[in-house]
């Protein structure tokens, strides 16, 4: 053993890993007949219940980027990074009444056959590759990666390539039996990583509350985070001044205040809860209403997800700044690891169960996901047209272990670079630049039937190109000071405009563009979707979920304002 863990900690992560196993063999054998059903096992069609695909689209979405990066941000930016669950919340809500409808009478099984249907075959073919690409060498690579750093720093920092190896190993378990065997243990990860999560908030508020002299209650730490960082719970960050220090400056060019929801970060949202294979694959093969009920019931559960991946991070540091948290080493990202340090054995194990939980769910879903497009959209399309269903399943499952073997490879020795800017900072660089013409495709694509092909590549490849020019040009070209934009000096040499206005400036443009060329077009593309006002209707009990989710989103932006 080492002085992190102990042989108790080591025994509840192992209780945590027979028990999802148990579970997932179990399922397996149960709907072992998936096998002769390619839809059923790439998408568990018409098998998953509400609360299974609300509790695998939490799953799957947090992971070692969120508890390691968002603590990090709770670290350093304070309750501004909640914006992000908050109001992912609300997306939720969007993507329910309005996204899945079109998707679900249009039988749109992959986001690839959603473009073939509506646009082209060129257009479905060329963003299925880049999904597979940006699933494999982005998203799966640095899931893996910062997970096996953080779980190794855990575990005496010794063992990355076997804490690698098993997180891969372990994902491939679960994945391999398909989406309703990566569903159903997802119930399982969302409860061990919820309930993991609010321990270590628990303990790092009474830790808060001892050192500072009120006791070890939680609510009494809780308002002395309030009392010595009152910065730090404050959800609009300021726009700096000629007086305004670097410090202020990174902090708005991270979270620009109220250009964030004017901008970038409702297009962050809506692109990857309504437009990511990986997220709406879950319920793409439920009915209308078991849909809807499964995605308002994640929008509920991401009410609380601030409270596990950035609570941890303003904990650490009001300890720190006063000079309790002597532990913490490289800078905001370690400061989730820092505050484990404070619990005790046996709960450790389950912090560690938590964070393993989110790192293979996540895994297990991108690697499903990365198999039912290669399988669904390439390989029966253009390489092997006859392949029957069980043939589609093998398929599938090389597809599942060459992408998890590739993401092992180019983690191993870290090809890719990804501790160099860190696996949050990673995804967001290369998923941000694209989100914005991905978005307006298929924004455009679903509720304005003009929309041609031709504006649909056109719009893919401008909203990347603008991404690039406002990101990393525009400032030198055109100057700090426009009417579009204000670049700010970034500390390290350069102005640099805030990410989120680079990416509303890019979808905006994008839209320009692809609806004056789409007016050259016939007035409605002989491809456009059918829709009809019934499509959106909700049912009471709908509509109780939204405005509860609502009212408590209300409410939290009205304290912490």
């Known amino acids: 053993m080492n002085q992190n863990l102990a042989f108790a900690d080591y025994a509840v992560f192992i209780i945590y890993f027979i028990v999802v196993s148990a579970y997932g063999y179990t399922v397996y054998r149960k709907r072992k007949q998936d096998e002769q059903d390619a839809k059923a096992y790439f998408l568990a069609e018409g098998n998953l219940t509400w609360w299974a695909i609300g509790a695998s689209l939490i799953a799957s979405n947090i992971s070692a980027e969120q508890f390691i990066g968002m603590s990090g941000e709770g670290f350093f930016l304070g309750i501004a990074v909640a914006a992000y669950e908050w109001l992912a919340a609300i997306a939720l809500i969007i993507v329910a009444v309005w996204f899945i409808p079109v998707y679900l009478k249009n039988k749109i099984y992959t986001m690839p056959q959603f473009l073939k249907t509506r646009y082209n075959e060129s257009t479905a073919l060329i963003m299925a590759v880049f999904w597979l690409f940006l699933y494999v060498f982005v998203n799966l690579t640095s899931i893996l990666y910062l997970g096996a750093v953080a779980i190794n720093g855990l575990a005496g920092g010794e063992y990355l ?85 670097q410090i202020e400056i990174d902090k708005y060019l991270t979270f620009p205040g109220l250009m964030s929801y004017l901008a970038g970060i409702w297009i962050i949202n809506l692109n990857y809860w309504g437009c990511n294979q990986y997220i709406t694959q879950r319920a793409l093969g439920a009915d209308l209403q078991t849909a809807r009920t499964g995605i308002l019931f994640a929008g509920m559960l991401k009410l609380l997800m601030p409270l596990i991946v950035m609570l941890p991070g303003i904990a650490a540091y009001v300890l720190y700044t006063n000079g309790h948290l002597p532990q913490l080493v490289g800078g905001k990202d370690g400061a989730y690891s820092a505050v484990l340090t404070f619990l005790p054995t046996g709960l ?61 490879l180019f983690t191993w020795n870290d090809i890719l670079g990804i501790g160099g800017v860190g696996g949050f900072t990673y995804i967001q660089k290369y998923t941000g630049f694209i989100s914005p013409g991905v978005f307006a495709m298929f924004f455009l694509g679903m509720f304005w039937k003009r929309t041609t092909g031709t504006a649909a590549i056109v719009g893919v490849i401008l909203g990347f190109v603008l991404s690039v020019l406002f990101n990393e040009y525009a400032p030198a070209l055109f100057g700090n000071e426009t009417l579009l934009y204000t670049a ?74």
């Open 161 to 245: 390539h076997v804490i690698m190896i098993g997180l891969a190993v372990f994902a491939l378990f679960i994945s391999l039996g398909g989406m309703k065997v990566v569903a159903y243990t997802d119930v399982i990860q969302v409860a061990v990583l919820i309930i993991g999560g609010l321990v270590t908030s628990y303990i790092a508020l009474t830790t808060v509350g001892q050192y500072f002299g009120v006791g070890e209650n939680a609510i009494a730490g809780f308002k002395v985070l309030m009392k010595e960082a009152p910065e730090h719970f404050k959800m609009i960050i300021p726009k700096p001044t000629a007086n305004s220090s």
């Open 348 to 408: 450790k194990g389950l912090s560690v169960a938590a964070l393993t939980a989110a790192i293979v769910a996540s895994l297990a879903g991108k690697v499903n996901s990365i198999s039912t497009i290669y399988t669904l959209d390439i390989h029966k399309k253009y390489i092997q047209k006859d392949a029957g269903e069980k043939q589609q399943v093998n398929i599938g499952r090389i597809a599942v272990f060459a992408a998890m073997l590739l993401a092992v």
């Open 488 to 561: 700010y000096n970034n500390g390290k040499g350069a102005f640099e405009i805030p990410f989120h206005i680079c990416m509303g400036l890019s979808f905006f443009f994008t839209m320009l563009v692809m609806i004056a060329i789409s007016f050259a077009g016939p007035k409605v593309n002989p491809k456009a979707f059918e829709i009809d006002a019934e499509m959106f209707k909700v049912k009471p009990q709908t509509t109780v979920l939204i405005v509860i989710t609502l009212l408590v989103i209300v409410a939290l932006y009205v304290k912490f304002w």
